[in-house]
């Protein structure tokens, strides 16, 4: 079932100027209800433009966004609900907090929902447990916490909205990989035991093997292809060709085939390459 969708939108930035540039071309795509799914692309493909399509922040000049199969631009419509529906976490979202502590900044969403104070408090206490922040982060400033610290509050303060759709603008960049391990996999719980749709932007091949269901390539503003991690990156080649990487496991992978190793190629984890390796050696070197 498609919780999002997005039917033959296209958007141009500065239309009518000498400066206009089409970001989006007839994208049509739809996001299923309780998966994680990557978005992934070269730089100016069209990514960051698409995610703030997804909860109004930007009006397609053609097509429709649909959420739960209603447009969400239409006339009469409530955008405000939406954007609770739809949350939207950008890149370096640490530069966006600003209240005098951590707990109201993370509750400064539920608050505007009008939740009570009793459900604002467990969403709260709930969600730095999700980002691994401990309780004892909440009383202080946010203006006190680590770079990545501050990275999980501002994540925390979109997930206590516990929004259907969770949508993610390179949330792991610039951390190390502790960083990124925690926050990708405070997203991977969130998502897991909140049944939520979350779409996530990143670079990182690796990270998209390791925490998507599915992926969706873009480029040129339009999408290239689409499906399972293992149906993507069996395709190398056209990848390469786009400009975007692979899973080091999978280049090593095909490293190995190159050199007359029969092993398999659509491989893209760590696990699945050790059980290949055990495979073509005939279990000699199981640990």
């Known amino acids: 079932m498609n919780k999002l969708e997005l039917k033959n939108v296209s958007y141009t930035y500065s239309a009518g100027t000498p400066f206009c540039k089409k970001a989006l071309d007839s994208v049509s795509l739809s996001f299923e209800k309780g998966q994680i799914i990557g978005l992934i692309g070269h730089t100016g493909c069209g990514k960051s433009t698409l995610v703030q399509l997804l909860n ?5 000049d053609e097509g429709a966004v649909l959420l739960d ?27 966006q907090l600003f209240e005098e502590t951590v707990y109201a900044d993370i509750a400064y969403g539920p608050k505007n ?22 309780e004892d982060c909440l ?11 501050k990275r999980r509050a501002a994540v925390a303060g979109i997930m206590a909205m516990e929004p259907e759709v ?24 969130y998502q897991r035991k909140k049944k939520s749709t979350v779409i996530i932007v990143s670079h990182s091949m690796e990270d998209m093997a390791r925490y998507s269901d599915r992926l969706v390539v873009m480029n040129r503003g339009r999408v290239l292809m689409q499906g399972s991690c293992r149906e993507v990156f069996s395709r190398p080649e056209r990848l390469t060709e786009i400009g975007l990487d692979i899973p080091q496991i999978t280049r090593f992978m095909l490293a190995l085939r190159k050199r007359g190793i029969d092993v ?24």
């Open 56 to 60: 109004g922040l930007l009006t397609p």
């Open 69 to 95: 199969g209603q447009d969400i631009n239409r006339k009469g419509g409530d955008l405000r609900s939406v954007r609770f529906r739809v949350g939207l976490v950008f890149q370096y979202p640490e530069y």
């Open 113 to 134: 929902m009008g939740l009570s104070k009793e459900e604002t408090d467990r969403r709260v206490r709930e969600t730095v447990q999700f980002v691994g922040l401990s």
């Open 139 to 149: 009383s202080m400033s946010p203006f006190d916490l680590s770079g990545g610290q």
């Open 166 to 189: 969770l949508v993610l603008d390179e949330p792991a960049a610039g951390l190390d990989p502790i960083g990124r391990e925690e926050i990708l996999g405070g997203i991977f719980s």
């Open 264 to 287: 398999r190629t659509d491989i893209f984890t760590v696990e699945e390459a050790k059980d290949e390796i055990i495979r073509v050696s005939g279990g000699r070197h199981r640990a």
